[in-house]
């Protein structure tokens, strides 16, 4: 994309970005036999952008990266640049243990990625010591900037972050563990121009409490099937529109956090099936993941109605 760009070009785009539009976390479309659908997923792709992102993500969590092959990561990020066309930065998920996270690493440079996502490592809990020479293994074998992701068994402390944050090339943190007492004490012990971000699942339930540890960019899985409604929570909460903030959270957002906790999996399948209620071509989610069952999905319909009514769109 013109040129290699430094890692205090990427953290000022991405610090841009953030302050104008939500995170947006794509979703990675597949045929019905599981095969990838590069034309559904660009579709996807452009269909996110038009609706203003202040960054995409693509081939992260939502996207099922666990679930792609190689060749299927480099087409889902070469999509997600093309598309993009420098008009934002893309942020290429990858992950595993730093050799393979170095693999995809490359395919996310050839591709034209403007940073990394770093996805908690499979399977096993690591030592401080571990996780921030996780972060350094990766970093010495790309030079894209890194943001480091702390979910599930990986949760940095403030040695660990100082530590971090001292490779040249790691930019930032999302965090998905919700536990502002450790968040705030984490942003106190990084350098000024770092970056932090809310990663929770469905992350505006928690924006308002992310916002007063300084933390007030979030990722938004619902920007992936509706972004009138993610569109609409972002600026009423940054305009301090507490009215229609309440509103959206008690109408849909907790409805629909109700929903996605009924069955394991429902974070991303859930967010799938409502793209497939708006007829975007996603098709199904892969396994180990399942689609919602018909309760569900029904369920999802109405509340999927009901919250694009709440912003004057529909299905």
Known sequence: MGGDPTPQDVTRRLREGMARG???????????DGSLDPDGQRAHVAARLAAGPGALFPACGTGEFFSLDEEEYRQVVTIAVEEAAGRLPVVAGTGYGWAQAAR??????????????????YLVDAPQEGLAAQL??????????IVAYQRGQVAYDATSLRRIARIPNVIGLKDGHSDLDRLQRLTFAAPEDFLFFNGAATAEIQARAYATVGVPAYSSAVHAFAPEIAGAFFGALRSGDHGTTEKLLRDFYVPFVELRDRAAGYAVSLVKAAARLRGERVGPVRA???DPSPADLADLSALLTAGLDLVGASL
Request: charged residues 20%.
């Open 22 to 32: 939500v995170l947006s976390f794509p979703l990675t479309a597949f045929h019905d």
């Open 288 to 290: 180990p993941l399942a």
């Open 136 to 145: 350094e293994q990766l970093a010495a074998r790309t030079r894209l900037p």
């Open 104 to 121: 995809f690493a490359r395919i996310a440079e050839e591709a034209g990625a403007d940073a990394l996502l770093v996805l908690p490592h």
